[in-house]
């Protein structure tokens, strides 16, 4: 079956092109923020899993000025996908861990870089990092661009993130989203497949949450493993075994069965920089991974949303 005509799940770079008429790169920035649960706010060190880079693109060097990771960024990516346009993504760490006049004048500075390219704006940031006034700045934001805020949740388990040392809650994630849909914000939610503890069953109860609240998108990260880490030092006790490729291709198309179709999927698979991968290794062939996942949906005959359609 030819997956561009009729593909099995809702891609996010097909929805894009229909927008946009072309192709639409996320260009990755950090801005040099922190996370309360690295600076003590909330706790120290970070989530279990995050290097010192945080949840940084491969691609980014902070030791660069934002224009700078701009110039450079956009460079590689016309390098790879031509004639293209693209969202500026605050990535690395919590991009609204900060006052709301602050976070105007960053992002502001940044959009008129390249008024020719630069088509939207996506800013990553954790829900105990949504203010009320930083909400308003951001859907003042989404009136005047293609906007979308992300959200990591990574688990549906209080239990589970308080282990990864997330720092927040359930409630306050699900309290963060009713406020900003409240706005109506687009908002794409960050989850990991394969963390310490969770099976099939958190999968689909994941989900199911997301449905639930009508989520506009969804990120899906294999959980890998960064040396130097605390979940490395697991990894060496043998406390933590990481997913095999079968496993985590099978667990993604269970979740993809039970998500709503009309959730857009963002990414469907980890990125990690080889230098700091410690394991699982297959996790560094991104596109084989994602062809697996095509491929397994198509030998099982199904695709997103196939098991709530199939119940209604």
Known sequence: MNHQINPRYNKFSRRLREIFGCRVQKLPLDAGFSCPNRDGSVSYGGCIYCSSKGAASPMLDNTDNLRAQYEKSRRILKRKYGNCKFMLYFQAYTNTYAPAAKLRKLYDSALVWDKQDIVGLSVATR????????????????????????????????????????????????????????????????IIIGLPGEGREDIIAMADLLNSQSIDAVKIHGLYIIRDTPLAKMYYRNDYIPLTFNQYVDLTCDFLERLSPDIIIQRLSSDPGTDELLAPLWMSNKFEVLSAIESRLEARNTRQGISILSTS
């Open 127 to 190: 829900c105990d990092c949504a203010a009320d006034d930083v909400l308003d700045l951001l859907a003042d934001y989404a009136q005047k661009y293609y906007f979308w805020l992300e959200l990591g949740l990574q688990s549906a388990r209080d239990h589970t993130l308080k282990l990864i040392n997330r720092g927040h809650t359930l409630a306050q994630y699900k309290d963060a989203v009713t406020r900003a849909k409240s706005r109506n914000l687009k908002i794409c939610v960050h």
